[in-house]
């Protein structure tokens, strides 16, 4: 390699652009294949000459011939494994593409979901705090209520004390005991409604977990589903709830407003007729 010198020669550029593709369909280097060329132009010099008539040169052409053919074939078969080589790779390249740009977008979504759900559990964990201030809010309510409800009672029975020769008012009296007994009881009912709904939530939102655990993130959407429907049965529970109570209340509260005017006016007559009939009562002589 040393001893190697460089040899140029000035030709066209469409013969260079035909001796460079020769080069480059021969699968061999330009020297390698300069030196062929050599020696195919020297056996055709031979060929051409009287020397052809030795029988000696005539088997050497023959061999020479038969390996120059069949170097040819190598290299022609040679390209083309190259080239099927090469179309196989680049499928093979497109196909690893494929698969890559795939498994990344598989993971990029699977990130997406993760985040979603992270974002979606701060999201119930926040309204089921809201629901749990809010059921807090109703119990303390109820409480406030019953309270009430007490008072209004004793008061009823102070009214019923002091006007027990009045037959009617004791039937609206016994009746109201009646309503608000009922109403305490659906009161109870209801509460009883709100926890059963409560613990429905919270199994379902069990499920839910273990059906994101054992379905993974393909079924998201479908438990997002389950614990959105379970929330507003909840939240139209409790809304119908407050809703039934507070009309309860308001509806005991104008009877007895109702009854304890009924009282006063009855009490003012009693007096307005003992006042008349002490004026009607001649004085003693």
């Known amino acids: 390699m040393a001893n190697d010198e460089t040899w140029s020669a000035k030709v066209s550029p469409e013969v260079k652009a035909e001796i460079s593709q020769l080069v480059q369909e021969s699968g061999v280097s330009s020297k390698e294949f300069l030196e062929q060329l050599i020696s195919a132009h020297k056996i055709g010099l031979l060929q051409s000459t009287d020397a052809q008539r030795s029988e000696d040169i005539q088997q050497v052409t023959y061999h020479l011939d038969k390996i120059k053919a069949s170097f040819i074939g190598l290299v022609e078969k040679g390209i083309d494994l190259k080239d099927k080589f090469a179309e196989s790779l680049a499928q093979e390249s497109m196909l690893h593409k494929g698969i890559v740009d795939q498994q990344q977008s598989q993971i990029k979504q699977a990130q997406d979901d993760r985040d979603k759900a992270v974002f ?166």
Request: proline share 1%; net charge negative.
């Open 120 to 285: 979606e559990k701060a999201d119930l964990e926040k309204r089921m705090a809201e629901i749990a201030a809010r059921n807090e809010e109703l119990e303390s309510n109820n409480k406030a209520n019953r309270i009430t409800i007490q008072m209004q009672q004793d008061k009823l029975d102070q009214i019923e004390d002091q006007a027990g020769t009045i037959q009617t008012l004791n039937d609206e009296i016994a009746r109201l005991k009646n309503a608000a007994d009922e109403l305490g009881k659906e009161v109870q009912g209801y509460k009883h409604e709100l926890e059963q709904a409560q613990a429905t939530f919270e199994a379902q939102e069990r499920d839910a977990a273990k059906a994101h655990e054992h379905l993974g993130q393909a079924h998201e959407s479908e438990l997002q589903k389950a614990r959105l429907e379970a929330e507003n049965r909840l939240l139209a529970e409790i809304g119908k709830i407050k809703e039934e109570h507070y009309l309860k209340v308001e509806a005991l509260t104008t009877k007895n407003q109702e009854l304890t005017e009924k009282l006063l006016h009855q009490k003012e007559l009693e007096a307005t007729k003992a006042r008349n009939k002490t004026k009607a009562t001649p004085a003693p002589e």
